[in-house]
Structure formats: structure tokens, C-alpha cells
């Protein structure tokens, strides 16, 4: 161990030593570089380019470079190379500074700044075109080729409010290093470009580069000022609806399964939400999951429309629009189903109705008496029935004598009967 310890104090020294060296004398100035340009390199891209100061001293030290963008939107960073690519809007022009520091050494004063700017486009105020949106989709292409999707882009504009009534528009758009003029236009009643459309593009909707569109255009009456935006993929792809939706009821038990959209992304990209809507009793539930099969109880007998749209995860890329609904699909019972019912439940209620009024009218109208007389019943007052046999004993005398004998009725134990 005492044999090392000199070998370290040697190897510590040498260290302090060239720290020392590196750093630059505290009566030297840092310079700003010189021949600091700004240079359009194509649509929506500057390149920012300078060299280091040949007066600056660069013996021990490690020089870079801080820069400052003024406009359009105010951002800086440092960096150590001698040259820069931005991806910015031009349309209201572009400026920028730089200046030297000491890259291992930000106490170390920073030389003076050096700018340089690209001037607004020329154009008369009011003429450019305004309200630019685009939408990006996916479709399936050929599964055999090494490209099996391809993404369709659709833009729309207004025309500018003081442009010329035969101003035209021009549209292109960039995607990496490659741009590409429309070809498909849709106009308006005076015959202006106001929306493209590109079946096929190079975007790839996986990808995450900006994609820059610019719009431009001419008259003969006055200069028409261009415009460009940028547009992040995420925010502008129309995420087609999952496909293969069936759904199927066993009992209360409401299965629902699709399958993916027609997407670039794999399967483990996706969210869904489902929509159930009971048609009878109008109300509708919404759910969300990471799966593509979904089980609901269902508590009564009606008729359901099921629905699904999907969204690509966080876990894939930012979050981004929802796809559209699903075309609508139908399970359970017949929704006239409930009206039978009901036409059944009316008709006995009418039935039962008339046949009390039909009733009531024969009750006030004695019909019934009428239409059924009684059937004659048996005499069953004993003393008519003997007033009636002593009638017949005294039939055969010559002299007729009507004898009525009556009998008691107490208890019915004794009888008794009068003889001629």
C-alpha cells in the first residue's frame, strides 16, 4: 500500500495539472463566431451554419456554441457543432443568434451575440389562406409489398378575406426529405383550390417527424403571401374503427369481440371503448378497456345496438384522436315485439268492455227473460198437493162436495185425512 501512494499523488498532480492547463487564461476574451447564416433548405426547414472566430484562441479548450431563436417562437439550446437544422414555420419569417462559450465551463463569460434573420415572405395582408386542417388515414395497401399500409392525406382552407377573386392556391406537403405538389384538388364556386387530397403519401404513420405543409398562390391583380403549419402525426391521424364487430346474447349475457383496426400498429396499441345502447328503453352505457372482447350482464329482454371505436395507447405513441363509431350492430329481441304485447293487452280490455255493456243493457232491458223464459219448476207446498187429491176422491160422487182437509204442520209427525 505505501509502494501505490506515491503513484497516486504523481497521477493526482498530473490531473490538477491539466485541468489547469485547459482552462484559458483569465485575461482571455471568448470571441463570437463569424459568417453566422440562415439558409431555407426546403419546406418548413432552415439550416443555421457559422464558423468559430480565426482570432479565437482554441489551445487547451473546449469551445461550443449557445443559440437563440427569436422568432417565430422564442427557444434556445447549446451545442458543440458549428451548424444547426430547425424544423419552424416560415411564414412570419425566421430569426436567430449565436455565440461562443466554454463548453466544460459556463462561469466562464460568454463572447458577444452575432445574428442573422430571413425576412416575411412578400404578400399583400389578408391574402393567404386561413383555417388549415389535415387529416391523415391509414389504409391496407398489398401485405405482399415491404410497405403493407399506406396513408392517405386530405387538407382544407378558406380563402384569404382580401384575396383577389382570381387568386389560385397551390398546396405541398413534406414528410422527412421528400415533397410532393397535390395533384387532387376540390374548389369552390369561383373555381379556387380551397381542399386536397393525396391517396398515397410517404408518411409513415408510425413515425413521429413533423409533417410541414405549405400553401402558396397567384393573381394577377397583387402578390398572394404564403403560409405554412406544421402538424404532429398523432394529432391529425383519423384512426380507422375496429372491424369484425359480433356480438351475441346466451341468457343475460351480452358477448361482444372485434378485432383491430386497419393500422400500421400491432395489436398491444390500442384502446377501445364500447357503446350498448337499449333501443327499448333508450339509454346507452359506455366502457373502456385494453381488449377486444367485452362481457356485460344484461337485465331485461330488449333489443341492443353495440358499437366500438379505438384510439392508439400512450404506450405507442401520444395520445391521439378516437376512430369513428363502428357501423351500429343489432342483438335481442325484436323491438315490435313490446307493441304486440301491448295490442294484446288492449283487445282483451276492449272484449271484456263490451261484454259488460252488453250485459248491463240485457239486465236493464230484461232481455234475458225474454230470449230464455224460465222452465216450470215442481209444486213443492204440500197442502196444494192434498187440496188437489181430495179434488179427485170427490170427483165421483154425483153431488160434488169439495172437501179441503188440512193438515198440521208442527213437526210433520201426524197426518190427517177426512173419509166420506
Not at 383491430?260 to 350498448?276: G, L, M, N, R, T
Not at 327499448?280 to 385494453?290: A, D, P, S
Request: hydrophobic share 35%; charged share 20%; glycine share 4%.
Amino acid at each position: 500500500v505505501s509502494s501505490m501512494a506515491p503513484a497516486l499523488l504523481i497521477l493526482l498532480g498530473a490531473t490538477v495539472i491539466l485541468q489547469t492547463d485547459s482552462l484559458p487564461n483569465k485575461n482571455a476574451v471568448l470571441l463570437p463566431p463569424v459568417s453566422f447564416t440562415i439558409k431555407v433548405i426546403d419546406l418548413a426547414q432552415v439550416l443555421l451554419h457559422w464558423e468559430p472566430n480565426p482570432d479565437q484562441e482554441q489551445r487547451n479548450v473546449q469551445l461550443g456554441y449557445h443559440v437563440k431563436i427569436n422568432a417565430p417562437e422564442e427557444k434556445d439550446y447549446e451545442t458543440r457543432n458549428t451548424e444547426s437544422r430547425r424544423v419552424t414555420i416560415l411564414h412570419k419569417g425566421f430569426s436567430a443568434s449565436v455565440r461562443t462559450i466554454l463548453w466544460n465551463n459556463h462561469s466562464f463569460p460568454a463572447s458577444s451575440w452575432v445574428s442573422a434573420e430571413l425576412k416575411v415572405p412578400p404578400g399583400s395582408p389578408g391574402t393567404s389562406i386561413v383555417n388549415l386542417t389535415c387529416t391523415t388515414n391509414t389504409e391496407a395497401y398489398n401485405y405482399t409489398h415491404e410497405r403493407p399500409y399506406q396513408v392517405s392525406l386530405h387538407c382544407t382552407w378558406l380563402v384569404g378575406k382580401d384575396a383577389p377573386e382570381d387568386t389560385q392556391y397551390f398546396l405541398y406537403y413534406r414528410y422527412g426529405s421528400v415533397t410532393e405538389e397535390c395533384r387532387e384538388y376540390s374548389k369552390d364556386t369561383q373555381q379556387r383550390n380551397i381542399a386536397c387530397r393525396f391517396p398515397r403519401t410517404v408518411i409513415n404513420s408510425k413515425g413521429r417527424d413533423w409533417l410541414a405543409v405549405y400553401v402558396n398562390g397567384s393573381s394577377k391583380e397583387e402578390a398572394i403571401k404564403p403560409f405554412d403549419q406544421l402538424f404532429a402525426l398523432h394529432a391529425i391521424d383519423r384512426v380507422n374503427s375496429p372491424v369484425n364487430v359480433t356480438a351475441e346474447i346466451e341468457g343475460t349475457c351480452l358477448s361482444i369481440q372485434w378485432e383491430k383496426p386497419v393500422s400500421a400498429f400491432p395489436i398491444h396499441c390500442f384502446d377501445y371503448e364500447v357503446k350498448i345502447c337499449n333501443t327499448r328503453k333508450g339509454y346507452f352505457q359506455t366502457e373502456k378497456m385494453k381488449t377486444n372482447t367485452f362481457i356485460s350482464i344484461i337485465d331485461d329482454i330488449s333489443k341492443y345496438s353495440v358499437q366500438v371505436r379505438a384510439a392508439v395507447s400512450s404506450v405507442c405513441r401520444p395520445v391521439g384522436l378516437w376512430s369513428e363509431w363502428s357501423q351500429p350492430i343489432y342483438v335481442g329481441n325484436d323491438k315490435q315485439k313490446p307493441w304486440m304485447e301491448w295490442l294484446l293487452i288492449v283487445l282483451t280490455a276492449a272484449a271484456c268492455f263490451i261484454l259488460l255493456i252488453v250485459s248491463l243493457i240485457c239486465r236493464i232491458c230484461h232481455l234475458w227473460t225474454k230470449l230464455f223464459p224460465p222452465v216450470p219448476a215442481p209444486k213443492t207446498n204440500i197442502k196444494d198437493f192434498f187440496v188437489s187429491i181430495n179434488h179427485e176422491k170427490t170427483g165421483s160422487s154425483e153431488t160434488e162436495v169439495e172437501v179441503i182437509s188440512y193438515v198440521e204442520e208442527a213437526g210433520l209427525e201426524t197426518l190427517e185425512d177426512s173419509v166420506f
